[in-house]
């Protein structure tokens, strides 16, 4: 096996022992939840959010999630409608409809689902308010986030924008370990070096300005580069992320945009990249 291969194995045999919570998202242009014959939730255009708690999911993973998708741009940009994937839910002041969604978990070694996997009870509703409180004071306006009744039996309406549907998994605990201990990369020790000191790639990058690398290049080659719109990122993504740690320099539009793009993505997700 190669360095990239092993390290993909290695990936997916530590994702059968962690756990994530997951949001299945729906962008809308209206949706309403009922419940026992009332309708505890409604919105206009915005998202539906299918939230599903496994065992072991923690309060961080809520509060992660919850950040993760009031910055994902599903929508056009507002001053210009031809780019694409440009604006959050909080950027076009749309809603937030959330409804609790054990079923994600289910198993089927049997035709007949199992879900002891999803995590029950008032500690997985407690995970599930955390989440929506969370979004409700990041949103701008508390009132834009309405919910279903947690572990009732729930019908929910609505018509689905573009068809647009979406997946977010949280990076568990056990994701940020492996990630601390798996190199970046194959290619050596001196490379794995670099890229586990964020601070010195920081400052190679905020001087790219006066060196003209690596700044000014990568921000010209986005310029033409369909980062968001069907853009599959690559190993070689994951490589100028690690030497950027996040750190774009003012006056980089095209940089910083992609930069946020691959942040959305967990650190072992980017190791697979090829």
Not at 78 to 98: C, F, R
Not at 132 to 157: I, L, N, Y
Not at 215 to 233: D, I, K, S, T, V
């Amino acid at each position: 096996l190669g360095p990239r291969r092993a390290v993909a194995c290695i990936i997916v045999f530590w994702r059968t022992l962690s756990t994530s919570m997951k949001l299945v998202i729906q962008r809308v242009t209206h949706a309403s939840v009922f419940a026992d014959g009332e309708m505890p939730g409604k919105i206009g255009p915005g998202l539906v959010l299918l939230l599903g708690v496994e065992q072991g999911d923690t309060l961080e993973q809520a509060l992660q999630l919850a950040t993760k998708v009031l910055k994902i741009r599903l929508w056009p940009d507002l001053k210009d409608p031809q780019k694409q994937w440009s604006a959050s839910v909080v950027d076009v002041g749309y809603e937030i409809l959330v409804v609790s969604q054990f079923t994600l978990f289910a198993t089927f070694k049997k035709p007949k689902p199992d879900f002891h996997q999803a995590m029950g009870g008032d500690e997985a509703k407690s995970l599930y308010e955390a989440f929506v409180e969370h979004c409700r004071a990041g949103s701008g306006d508390p009132s834009r986030v309405a919910t279903g009744v947690f572990g009732a039996m729930m019908q929910v309406e609505l018509c689905n924008d573009g068809p647009v549907t979406v997946e977010l998994v949280a990076e568990s605990t056990a994701d940020k370990s492996a990630a601390a201990d798996i190199p970046l990369s194959g290619k050596g020790p001196e490379q794995t070096k670099t890229s586990r000191q964020p601070k010195a790639a920081s400052a190679q990058l905020r001087g790219s300005a006066v060196e003209g690398s690596p700044g000014e290049q990568e921000e010209a080659l986005l310029m033409h580069q369909p980062y968001l719109g069907g853009f599959e990122p690559s190993y070689a993504d994951a490589e100028l992320f690690a030497r950027c740690s996040g750190v774009v320099p003012d006056g980089m539009p095209h940089l910083s945009r992609w930069c946020e793009h691959i942040a959305s993505y967990t650190a072992l997700e980017r190791l697979q990249w090829q």
